[in-house]
């Protein structure tokens, strides 16, 4: 799908709400859900709830049929109170405490993903019965913001987790995430290769897991083109068809940023411009800590687009927060141009960027509220 900020930047114009905002479509986050869907039939999708936890946003998934993935029970609260059902709700975080295992289980939380002996252990204590899909970290290239080591215990550790799970109780399967913003098609066919052989290793041992979590991680389009989602299908499709040759297990699916990224357009307004040791800096409302999170070591480079366009040629611009923090600076080494009559007042449209950016605004440094959001279409509130 293309996307079309139309609507949101008629919403933005007409209204003219205080920089820096996010708009969200939501009939853009249930279409894209349902192009999702379409993409990978049958399998359980469960929607990585921190990319946008905005109600409006869970409300437009709900209403597709979509699930969640949560990462502890602030989120959980919030699916179960904006209509999702415990059964499709995955508890995703590895890292999670005892109590908040038996609260997702009181609930009503039957899938977990774990990777961890301890972890292990707290599930067959406190979530009896369920299913657990262990994490393997892979041997794949990295993404555009990639977990590093954090996450996943070695393919060779896998097989014994399996095996406690099993012997716990609980229903092992395997799960990995590929990173996030992962352009390499290639890295779900080596976890899918991965787990096939942990599928086989533990068959051999009497346990038949049933369930494979292929994470998230599908890349959207910012200042470079990515795979489209039917590239990612048909190449995971195939490599599936070829690792499982008796028949491919229960599919689940985490996306996060694919889902919601382009259905959101945020707006910012040029703080200052100052001349710096010959380079032009470019002082935005918007910053690392209010929204652009993911600037973090240049790793996402967002598009920076004027709104009515001033006049003139294009100059190289470094871009920065507005706080008093040194590293509040988006872009110092990724080339940026921007017109040379840039100035105060004027300002400049971010699309794509739906995901990730409201939820990693922290609550009030320097004063600066956190980043509002309005959501529009059908399941809208502004
Ligand atoms: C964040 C996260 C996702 C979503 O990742 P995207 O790159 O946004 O698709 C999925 N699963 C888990 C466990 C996550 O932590």
Same mark, same amino acid.
């Given at each position: 799908?293309?996307?079309?900020?139309?609507?949101?930047?008629?919403?933005?114009?007409?209204?003219?709400?205080?920089?820096?905002?996010?708009?969200?479509?939501?009939?853009?986050?249930?279409?894209?859900?349902?192009?999702?869907?379409?993409?990978?039939?049958?399998?359980?999708?469960?929607?990585? /709830?921190?990319?946008?936890?905005?109600?409006?946003?869970?409300?437009?998934?709900?209403?597709?049929?979509?699930?969640?993935?949560?990462?502890?029970?602030?989120?959980?609260?919030?699916?179960?109170?904006?209509?999702?059902?415990?059964?499709?709700?995955?508890?995703?975080?590895?890292?999670?405490?005892?109590?908040?295992?038996?609260?997702?289980?009181?609930?009503?939380?039957?899938?977990?993903?774990?990777?961890?002996?301890?972890?292990?252990?707290?599930?067959?204590?406190?979530?009896?019965?369920?299913? /657990?899909?262990?994490?393997?970290?892979?041997?794949?290239?990295?993404?555009?913001? @990639?977990?590093? *080591?954090?996450?996943?215990?070695?393919?060779?550790?896998?097989?014994?987790?399996?095996?406690?799970?099993?012997?716990?109780?609980?229903?092992?399967?395997?799960?990995?995430?590929?990173?996030?913003?992962?352009?390499?098609?290639?890295?779900?066919?080596?976890?899918?290769?991965?787990?096939?052989?942990?599928?086989?290793?533990?068959?051999?041992?009497?346990?038949?897991?049933? *369930?494979?979590?292929?994470?998230?991680?599908?890349?959207?389009?910012?200042?470079? @083109?990515?795979?489209?989602?039917?590239?990612?299908?048909?190449?995971?499709?195939?490599?599936?068809?070829?690792?499982?040759?008796?028949?491919? @297990?229960?599919?689940?699916?985490?996306?996060?940023?694919?889902?919601?990224?382009?259905?959101?357009?945020? *707006?910012?307004?040029?703080?200052?411009?100052?001349?710096?040791?010959? *380079?032009?800096?470019?002082?935005?409302?918007?910053?690392?800590?209010?929204?652009?999170?993911?600037?973090?070591?240049?790793?996402?480079?967002?598009?920076?687009?004027?709104?009515?366009?001033?006049?003139?040629?294009?100059?190289?611009?470094?871009?920065?927060?507005?706080?008093?923090?040194?590293?509040?600076?988006?872009?110092?080494?990724?080339?940026?141009?921007?017109?040379?009559?840039?100035?105060?007042?004027?300002?400049?449209?971010?699309?794509?960027?739906?995901?990730?950016?409201?939820?990693?605004?922290?609550?009030?440094?320097?004063?600066?509220?956190?980043?509002?959001?309005?959501?529009?279409?059908?399941?809208?509130?502004?």
């Amino acid at each position: 799908m293309c996307a079309d900020f139309t609507r949101i930047r008629r919403f933005l114009d007409e209204r003219d709400p205080p920089t820096p905002c996010l708009v969200v479509d939501t009939d853009v986050v249930a279409a894209r859900a349902r192009e999702f869907g379409a993409a990978f039939p049958g399998a359980l999708i469960r929607y990585a /709830v921190k990319a946008n936890p905005a109600p409006p946003v869970l409300d437009a998934l709900v209403a597709a049929g979509i699930g969640f993935d949560v990462a502890g029970p602030a989120e959980l609260r919030l699916c179960l109170e904006r209509g999702a059902g415990p059964a499709d709700i995955a508890y995703g975080n590895p890292i999670k405490k005892p109590r908040d295992v038996a609260f997702a289980f009181e609930h009503g939380v039957r899938e977990f993903t774990s990777d961890s002996p301890a972890d292990v252990d707290h599930l067959g204590r406190h979530a009896p019965g369920s299913a /657990v899909s262990i994490r393997v970290v892979l041997d794949a290239p990295d993404s555009a913001t @990639p977990f590093g *080591r954090k996450f996943g215990c070695a393919p060779a550790e896998a097989l014994d987790l399996v095996l406690r799970a099993a012997e716990r109780g609980l229903r092992p399967g395997i799960a990995f995430h590929v990173g996030s913003q992962q352009p390499a098609v290639a890295a779900w066919e080596i976890g899918i290769a991965t787990a096939a052989k942990l599928f086989d290793e533990a068959a051999a041992q009497g346990v038949a897991m049933t *369930r494979l979590n292929l994470g998230g991680g599908f890349a959207t389009a910012h200042r470079t @083109p990515v795979p489209p989602l039917s590239a990612y299908a048909a190449r995971i499709a195939s490599a599936l068809a070829e690792n499982f040759p008796a028949g491919r @297990p229960e599919l689940l699916l985490e996306p996060g940023r694919v889902l919601v990224a382009d259905a959101g357009l945020l *707006r910012t307004e040029v703080v200052l411009v100052a001349q710096r040791d010959e *380079r032009r800096w470019v002082y935005l409302d918007i910053g690392r800590y209010n929204g652009l999170a993911e600037a973090e070591n240049e790793a996402i480079a967002y598009r920076f687009e004027p709104v009515g366009t001033p006049d003139g040629p294009d100059g190289p611009v470094v871009l920065a927060g507005p706080t008093c923090d040194g590293d509040d600076v988006l872009y110092q080494r990724t080339p940026y141009a921007l017109p040379l009559a840039l100035r105060t007042g004027d300002r400049l449209d971010l699309p794509g960027t739906g995901a990730y950016t409201a939820s990693y605004a922290s609550v009030g440094f320097n004063g600066i509220e956190p980043l509002r959001t309005y959501c529009l279409g059908r399941w809208g509130d502004a």
